[in-house]
């Protein structure tokens, strides 16, 4: 007589994607960071001036080419290329914790450990952005109908006295959520990692968004304050993003850095 063995749950494994990280770990990721920008400060602050000059430049040739209906957009998809365009800031940190010596040419010039594979996860934020900022010129077509751009002096007036400005935030925001929301979650530390380690780009990104989903809490509470930083230094015409990019560049670092996984996930 043939006896069937009791069938038992699994045992429970455990979450290799999970972290003891508390919301409050941010801050502390803010902290590490301004630590770093205060060793030899003048290559985090010319680091962020070569920043905020591409930043003035890119803007200008939007109002001189007539396409200041896109800046909006272009702002929004500042922050999606963001984490590819702080990788000396990533430098100049790997450094100060290996004791090594920092210089503004090593942070300009960095060599990826990945070599090439970071191009492919840089140009797929580039594209994200493209085609978030097309996605907000549909937007408006949506709502507005053929009409012009009224220029950013009545932009304001069209979109919070109106209904139909009120439905196109409501709408633009929620879809803008959802391209920010992805970009972060494939950026956030695929960019730090893939200039670590030896890793290709789908690993990186998907080690990067099982990272950020694990770790919802405190990754939603980082997100919070690069946004706020960075809508602070577009208050003060972009200037602020001397400090600011600096900031969360080597802030970003040590998040990475409190998450690190090895190589070959």
Excluded at 18 to 24: E, F, I, N, T, V
């Amino acid at each position: 007589m043939t006896i069937i063995p009791t069938v038992v749950p699994p045992l429970p494994t455990k979450n290799r994607w999970h972290r003891l990280l508390a919301p409050g770990d941010a801050f502390t990721w803010l902290a590490k960071g301004w630590q770093d920008v205060t060793v030899q400060p003048m290559t985090s602050l010319c680091y962020g001036l070569l920043i905020f000059l591409a930043s003035v430049a890119i803007v200008g040739g939007l109002f001189r080419l007539d396409w200041d209906y896109i800046l909006f957009p272009a702002f929004a998809g500042f922050m999606v290329v963001g984490p590819i365009l702080a990788l000396g800031l990533y430098e100049k940190s790997r450094c100060l914790a290996a004791g090594l010596p920092v210089s503004l040419a090593n942070m300009i010039f960095v060599r990826p450990q990945c070599g090439g594979q970071i191009l492919f996860v840089g140009v797929l934020l580039c594209l994200l952005m493209i085609t978030w900022m097309r996605a907000a010129v549909i937007i408006y077509a949506l709502f507005f109908g053929l009409v012009p751009f009224p220029g950013l002096k009545y932009i304001a007036p069209m979109l919070f006295t109106t209904p139909v400005g009120w439905a196109m935030l409501i709408v633009g925001s929620a879809v803008g959520g959802l391209f920010a929301a992805f970009s972060f979650a494939i950026s956030a530390f695929s960019i730090p990692m893939m200039f670590d380690t030896r890793v290709d780009a789908l690993t990186a990104m998907g080690s990067s968004m099982a990272l950020v989903w694990n770790n919802l809490t405190v990754m939603l509470t980082w997100s919070a304050i690069v946004l706020a930083l960075f809508l602070l230094s577009l208050a003060t015409g972009m200037l602020g993003l001397i400090i600011v990019f600096p900031l969360l560049g080597h802030g970003t670092w040590h998040a990475y850095r409190a998450v690190a996984v090895e190589a070959g996930i």
